[in-house]
Every structure is written in C-alpha cells, then in structure tokens.
C-alpha cells in the first residue's frame, strides 16, 4: 500500500512563503503524475499543481507565477514551493499520486496552509 505524507503547513502572514512536502512510501517516478490539490472551507477541491513523470508540470491559472511544483527522485519526494501567499490560498493542501494502467489514485492526509495577518 502506497502511502503519501504531507508537512510544511502552517500559519504565514500575507506575501510570505511555505513549501510543503510530499514524501511517498515507494519510487514517485512509479506514479504517472503527481498533483497538489487544495480544499478552502465551504468549497470543492481544487488542482493547484501537477507534475508529470516526464517533467511537465501544469499549474492553475490562480498559482501561476506564485507557486513551483519539483519532483526529488532521490528523496522519493515532491515539493510546491508556495510564494506571494495571499489569504485566498488558505486551504487544506492533499498530494495525489496516479497511475495510469492500472488506474490507481492515492491521497495524503492533508496539510493545512493559513494565511493571515
């Protein structure tokens, strides 16, 4: 059983910086793609980043700019370097990893992101 886990949440005021880390149990280049989501109060979860096995990388039109999704082969590990933090981005951030064939889809516990003054 493949087990994802999230750290680097917290509490950051407005324009600050967080990186969360997801480390995963088994090779992350065995998954066909890696994403962060969020999950605000009150609202659906959303994607905020993705990284493929090949490199790709995709990113919501909100975090464009802001946020940098990287894979560390070695550490079995995948970060979202999470810059220019605004209250908006205040969520509970999950990892998911994919496979495609069979398909498989694995989810973190979550981490929370504040942001606030």
């Known amino acids: 059983q493949v087990q994802l886990v999230e750290s680097g949440g917290g509490l950051v005021q407005p324009g600050g910086s967080l990186r969360l880390s997801c480390a995963a149990s088994g090779s992350i280049l065995s998954f066909n793609v890696v994403g962060w989501y969020r999950q605000a109060p009150g609202k659906q979860r959303e994607l905020v980043a993705s990284?493929?096995?090949?490199?790709?990388?995709n990113y919501a039109d909100s975090v464009k700019g802001r946020f940098t999704i990287s894979r560390d082969d070695a550490q079995n590990t995948v970060y979202l370097q999470m810059n220019s933090l605004a209250p908006e981005d205040t969520a509970v951030y999950y990892c998911n990893a994919r496979k495609y064939s069979p398909p498989l889809s694995y989810w973190g516990q979550g981490t929370q992101v504040t942001v606030s003054s």
């Open positions: 990284i493929f096995s090949g490199g790709v990388t």
